[in-house]
């Protein structure tokens, strides 16, 4: 896939993700979704993911909603939270969908599944949730790429260093939901649920 064909692939699943999602996606959760579709599902999308306060991060995710949305394929529209102060964006579909869908030449369609997977599995999930589990799937993979299994625990320790207003029992919750899952592929062979 060249460079463009590539960029236009990566817009065309961004606005896929926002039209089909079962919620109103913002920002955070478009960007943990595409991590999640990159790294769970191996969908090319050629980000350069990096641990950021907020979880995976890469600004190219940005750059690209911002292109979407420059296009006419996407709108943003600022909403304040009802859990208190604070606001965002959230996402939906524009009239010019169908231009990227077109300049993306049928791409994505090798991916749908992978699309329907990640919608299911955590398009309904608030931002906060999707921050903690994209940051233990995270933590995981680091681990893998050094060949260090880790232990439930010792996971919940690395993932507390970035996340720790979250309790470290509900942390390792959420770690044994994903291993039985099977989404993490470092845990030491007795850890795996």
């Known amino acids: 896939m060249t460079q463009q064909e590539q960029r236009w692939f990566r817009l065309d699943l961004l606005c896929a993700l926002i039209d089909q999602a079962p919620v109103r996606l913002g920002r955070t959760a478009v960007m943990k979704l595409a991590y999640l579709l990159q790294t769970v599902q191996g ?83 608030r931002a906060a949730e999707l921050e903690l589990l994209t940051t233990i799937i995270y933590a995981d993979r680091e681990a893998a790429q050094r060949k260090a299994p880790l232990s439930v625990e010792e996971l919940a320790s690395k993932v507390g260093e970035v996340k720790p207003h979250f309790p470290k029992q509900y942390v390792v919750e959420k770690i044994e939901e994903l291993s039985r899952k099977r989404l993490l592929i470092a845990l030491a062979p007795t850890q795996q649920a």
Do not use: C
């Not at 102060?85 to 869908?101: C, L, S, V, W």
């Open 43 to 125: 969908v090319p999308l050629g980000y350069d993911f990096r641990l950021h306060t907020y979880g995976p991060f890469d600004s190219d995710v940005l750059n690209d909603l911002g292109t979407a949305e420059s296009l006419g394929a996407v709108k943003s529209e600022m909403v304040t939270f009802a859990s208190g102060p604070g606001y965002g964006y959230e996402f939906t579909i524009a009239p010019n969908r169908d231009f990227i869908r077109q300049k993306a030449e049928g791409q994505l369609s090798a991916y749908e599944q992978a699309v329907r997977w990640a919608l299911a599995e955590f398009g309904s999930q």
